[in-house]
């Protein structure tokens, strides 16, 4: 499995972005797929997740700001970034969870400038 990600950049505050990730090499869609970030000197830390049923999840920061969908069919997972404030600013990685097996992409920049 690989996951391709795309759509970090530079943005100022108050902008939005939509991050996209693309897996290839799975043949179900009975799996999570999720976006997590790390900013510098801090862990890795979930952002939001969404289920093979379009379940979410979101974390507290983020909620009312963020959204997370998919698309079964393409086997791509989207992140729709709006109001961004400088503390979003981070590596944002796509992760795709199939049974115990966590999968991650190469993650993409965003920056927040205030």
């Known amino acids: 499995v690989q996951l391709q990600a795309s759509g970090g950049g530079l943005v100022q505050a108050g902008g939005s972005l939509r991050l996209s990730c693309a897996a290839s090499g799975i043949i179900s869609s009975m799996y999570v797929m999720g976006w997590y970030r790390q900013a510098p000197g801090k862990q890795r830390e979930l952002v939001a997740v969404i289920s093979s049923g379009r379940s979410t999840n979101y974390a507290g920061s983020v909620k009312g700001r963020f959204t997370i969908s998919r698309d079964n069919a393409k086997n791509t997972v989207y992140l729709q970034m709006n109001s961004l404030q400088p503390e979003d600013t981070a590596v944002y990685y796509c992760?795709?969870?199939?049974?115990?097996?966590?999968?991650w992409g190469q993650g993409t920049l965003v920056t927040v400038s205030s």
């Open positions: 992760n795709l969870k199939a049974l115990t097996i966590d999968y």
